[in-house]
């Protein structure tokens, strides 16, 4: 379901609603007239557009050239491919079965017969051998004014058109016509466009004789990550995860992966954060008799672009580089969770204000809400509020005073209250009265000796029947 | 000015007697600080330890703790430290799993030349911190002009190779109109300082138009302050016997 101008419109329809008599492009309302208990959903092209993508790297089994026919087909060249898989028939019923979507299916000497077979031809006139020329002229995906124009002169099949001459096709239906004609008879070339996969980045080192002392080992690993730093920097790629594996002589395999934060070349970074993760390793690498091999491959790779080194900005950028470094160096030994940074999310209730998130992820600038209007936050928020006996002025005066851990405070000074309403629209009949939620009033108080809390009293009295305080923070 | 001289003819310790008395230093960059407090007190020494501390506010800030070692769950909050007058996307949080493991990312964090402060957070005993550590983290800082603090919660003072050491407790604040709590007050002591005398107490207030700490008796003191007197020798320098001008 798509907005087309003022009005909802149907975009796609699954099989049931065509058995319905709904069509593509036919209003909302007049689809609902039709089927009243209709499911609609969002159109969403751009994941549409990937899942085509990913069906075309699946019907890479078939044939090496496949390439796209947006917005929902897939032209796949299968000239000398076919006996592979014991025939076209077999090998169109194992397509059909891959691509795990409902599909028609058109076989044609070229691209453009195959394609407009596949979209316009009907029932089993689509197999090998079926005549292009009883297809409707709505194959030739023209405009509209050229199609009316077409049926107008009363020319209903390819076959019609193809008797005409070209030239007076052209004179009153406009050259496009001619040359999708030309194409589909098979006059003129249509060829394909094939996307081809990204070749991956890998570098091998095979040993005549095992290897087995680690720092050998470890200098033909350096060595590998400067033949795939050269791989990566023709293409102008920075790798984000590597992959080393050690074959041992006795056939064992030792995997050893890394993750970095930004795309890396170095191969002297790699190699820190490698000896970090093999210092880190819950069993140690054992080389038995030796390693006859060792692999190393690159799956997963960003464009990195090459930073231009001024005479200014050259510390400022070491520096920064220095700090992600340390960043990836600490994230490998102790986990990538547990050096996290602080950014803000647009919610007004204190914890969620802000998240905690893994320092390697790149990050937008985050913008914090310093309003001096507002009443100033604690330093250190306490996660979860811890709870507090407090004895304070009914309906909604400050705290007198409060016990916290099994100690008495005497409250001296207090502000507030700072009222912050629970998310009513974050709960199922949160607009209800009454379903909405605690409100929460905050105070900021200070105690006989000198320290400041931030204290909130859960629940409005009147409204809920047991009102209990939480310690919610703590100021300097 | 009276300078008064012992029978023992020795130096009078502790400060000098000035009108105005000595300011706190304030923690030097380069140079390892421990900061002891209690655990009720430890919004204030952390407030102490972030806002006096010298490092290049546009440089990276790490904070080290071990999670499960504090007996109060508690994270910072972007907004207070915002208030402080610190960058809150500056600050990365590193939570290792052991106390080893802390000083171990301390000293890593302390070589790392772009980084510019780093602050430590321990709670009890911290039995791994001695004075080699202490002396390692020092070279480190050193070595990249780095601000390392180290955050001592409910701890004894042990010996150890850093430049100063404080203790810190929150302090009564001056109120706001309506009984409001006023700004930040924070009495702070310096227990220990290599090559000088310990010093304090000072109470210290929050100055929200500088966005930094005062010492509350400058402050008093600055409306018509005088200018001290210099120390006047009537007679010039003619061996012992010198009379003493007041």
Not at chain 1, 38 to 52: G, Q
Request: aromatic share 6%.
């Amino acid at each position: 379901m798509t907005r087309a101008g003022n009005a909802l419109r149907l975009a796609a329809l699954d099989a049931r609603a065509l058995g319905e008599g709904l069509v593509s492009g036919m209003t909302l309302a007049d689809a609902r007239a039709r089927c009243p208990d209709l499911l609609t959903r969002p159109a969403d092209p751009e994941a549409d557009a990937r899942e085509l993508e990913w069906l075309a790297e699946r019907m890479r089994r078939f044939t090496p050239m496949v390439a796209l026919d947006p917005p929902d087909g897939l032209l796949l060249d299968i000239s000398g491919c076919a006996h592979l898989f014991g025939g076209e028939a077999a090998l169109v019923r194992q397509v059909r079965g891959h691509a795990g979507y409902a599909s028609h299916v058109g076989l044609g000497p070229n691209a453009m017969a195959a394609r407009a077979l596949a979209r316009h031809g009907r029932g089993q006139d689509r197999g090998q051998g079926a005549d292009v020329t009883t297809l409707p002229v709505a194959a030739l995906d023209l405009e509209d004014g050229a199609l009316a124009a077409l049926r107008r002169a009363g020319l209903r099949t390819i076959g019609d058109l193809a008797r005409r001459p070209m030239a007076m096709i052209a004179a009153r239906f406009g050259a496009q016509a001619v040359a999708r004609l030309r194409q589909i008879l098979g006059e003129a070339s249509s060829p394909l466009d094939p996307r081809r996969p990204a070749e991956p980045i890998r570098a091998d080192a095979r040993f005549p004789e095992p290897i087995a002392r680690t720092d050998d080992v470890m200098d033909v690993i350096e060595g590998l990550l400067a033949q795939a730093a050269e791989q990566m920097e023709a293409r102008h790629l920075g790798g984000r995860r590597f992959l080393v594996r050690l074959v041992r002589s006795d056939g064992a395999r030792r995997d050893l992966a890394i993750e970095t934060g930004q795309p890396v070349r170095d191969p002297a970074a790699v190699m820190r954060l490698l000896r970090e993760r093999i210092d880190t390793l819950a069993d140690p690498i054992d080389p038995g008799f030796g390693f006859d091999a060792v692999q190393l491959a690159v799956p997963h790779t960003e464009p990195l672009v090459e930073r231009q080194r001024t005479l200014e900005g050259g510390a400022q950028a070491h520096r920064q580089e220095g700090v992600v470094a340390l960043i990836d160096r600490l994230g490998i030994r102790i986990g990538r969770d547990r050096v996290r940074r602080i950014a803000p999310c647009d919610r007004h209730l204190p914890e969620a204000a802000q998240r905690l998130v893994p320092a390697a992820q790149v990050q937008a600038q985050a913008s914090w809400n310093t309003d001096e209007s507002r009443p100033p936050r604690p330093l250190l928020l306490l996660d979860p509020p811890q709870s507090v006996d407090v004895i304070a002025g009914v309906p909604d005066g400050p705290p007198l005073r409060f016990r916290w851990r099994g100690q008495l405070h005497e409250v001296r000074l207090a502000e507030g209250p700072e009222r912050i309403a629970a998310e009513w629209w974050r709960r199922r009949e949160g607009h209800q009265p009454g379903g909405a939620g605690r409100t929460r009033d905050y105070y900021r108080i200070e105690d006989g000796e000198g320290r400041r809390y931030w204290m909130f009293r859960h629940g409005l009295f009147g409204e809920e029947a047991d009102i209990r305080w939480y310690l919610h923070g703590l100021f300097p | 000015m009276d300078v008064t001289v012992p029978p023992q003819g020795g130096r009078p310790p502790g400060r000098s007697a000035s009108p105005f008395p000595a300011t706190p230093p304030l923690l030097e960059q380069g140079q390892l600080h421990e900061v002891h407090c209690r655990a009720q007190d430890r919004a204030a020494a952390f407030a102490f330890a972030l806002t006096r501390g010298q490092w290049a506010r546009d440089g990276d800030l790490f904070l080290l703790r071990v999670p499960g070692k504090s007996r109060l769950p508690f994270c910072f909050s972007g907004e207070g430290l915002a208030l402080l007058g610190l960058e809150p996307q500056r600050l990365t949080i590193v939570e290792p799993a052991s106390e080893i493991g802390l000083l171990r990312a301390a000293l890593d964090a302390a070589r790392c030349p772009g980084v510019a402060a780093v602050l430590m957070d321990s709670e009890g005993r911290f039995a791994d911190y001695d004075l080699t550590a202490s002396r390692r983290l020092v070279l480190a800082a050193e070595a990249s002009r780095a601000c390392v603090l180290l955050l001592r919660v409910e701890a004894e003072p042990r010996a150890s190779a850093a430049q100063t050491r404080w203790s810190i407790s929150s302090a009564p604040s001056v109120p706001l109109a309506a009984d409001a709590p006023g700004w930040p007050a924070i009495d702070a002591q310096l227990l220990r300082r290599r090559g000088g005398p310990a010093a304090g107490p000072w109470r210290l207030i929050w100055d929200a138009e500088h966005g930094r700490f005062e010492d509350a008796d400058r402050r008093a003191a600055m409306p018509g302050a005088v200018v001290p007197l210099p120390s006047l020798r009537t007679d010039t320098a003619d061996g012992p016997g010198q009379r003493h001008v007041a």
